[in-house]
């Protein structure tokens, strides 16, 4: 009797499970206590993988398992795991102290540092995650501008507060016309007036986002951009036409490099040519820690300096620019010149090439995009340009595939969707992905 795709999986979740027992014990004893697991972004069925260690570009879970690790925690770990000269600043410090209610010196050298990578930054400040990068900038350019509403694009990920968890990822049924998007809560307990506060544009259309930004300029603080919602390649046209739209209409660009910080020494906005007026950062700028910052413009900036008096704005928090923090970021960054962006460029470059040309040698609907060492693989027959198409690619082979790249010992985001190559990584890493996805695929062809 043929077997149906149904078996496949059924298949693949016995031999997982026979795989990996005691992550399965890890998971069963976690959930009670900490409401399914330690943060959403790690469930997937039929429960995660526990990892003991993580060396290089491969990483070692708690039944003894091997892989290349793809997803390099969210796209953080851009030096792989174990960085020796991030390990030696990390314990370098350590010896000095771990917080002493004070400046330690390491901030600076990591602000300057970032300032002269980036060309946009005048000033920056340090917290402790991207979602209160993106809350403080945001929170800024409404003070700077005296203005109560922000526009955002749709399908854009800026972190966990109320005014950016507005039109995530809505249903389609939900989302309004395409060259107008309805404003939809993403979030559960969000504020009720929080999505009456956004304007939602769509990517990839210089026209709409000109008609919606000049239609609400006069209560715009700001449009936030994030380049990378599905790792979506961004046309350079759109781009600096959004920094032109804004830039006319006297509203702020926030652009959040998060994620996006990885394609080169002066990120996204110096390979497409802009000069955003915030700037949001997060990810591998902590070397592994937990970290966010944002900068930009002197005269937006130094709404924060309060050396000459009171400015009524105020950022702080008990652990922002943690001096582990800053040594791991500052060690991680030295070790990024213009020589290791491209290469880790030119090994995305072929593993993106050799996804696709294996989809289309045996006719696949499937797509593999992104930009410098960032890669999603999406299932459709379309280009996928905007929120519109990545909703509408077909969500059953995610799961399978994922799982069985992990029984090939290649370990990627569950959803496909939030990968990264690392530093370590050789072209036999990458093209070891190809062939895994290949073997998989086959065997769930019908």
Known sequence: MKTTFIDNVAALHERYRAASPRSRECFEQGRAVMCGTAKGAYLYEPYPLTMQRGEGCFLYDVDGQ????FANHHTAQVLGHRHPAVDEAVRAQLERGIVLGAPLGIEMELSQEMCRRVASLDRIRFCNSGTEATLHAVRLARGF????????FEGGYHGSHDVVEVSVAPPLDKAGPETEPNSVPTAGGISPNAAEEVVVLPYDD????ERLVTRHRHELACVIFDPKAGFLPQRKEFVQSLREITRKNDVLLILDEIVSFRVGVGGF????GITPDLTTFGKFIGGGFPVGAFGGRADVMDLFDNTRGSTGFFQ????SAHPITMAAGLATLKQLT???FAYLNDLGDRLRTGLNELFDRNSIAARAIGIGSLFSIHFTDEDVVNYRSLARTDKTMIHPLFLGLLEQGQFLSHGLSMNALSLPMQTGHVDGLIDAVGHVLTEFRP
């Open 206 to 209: 210089e026209a709409s986002v």
């Open 145 to 152: 501008s005296g203005r109560p509403k922000i526009a955002k």
């Open 66 to 69: 091997q892989f290349v690790d």
């Open 269 to 272: 906005q110096e390979c497409y």
């Open 316 to 319: 702080s928090g008990t652990f």
């Open 338 to 340: 213009p020589d290791a």
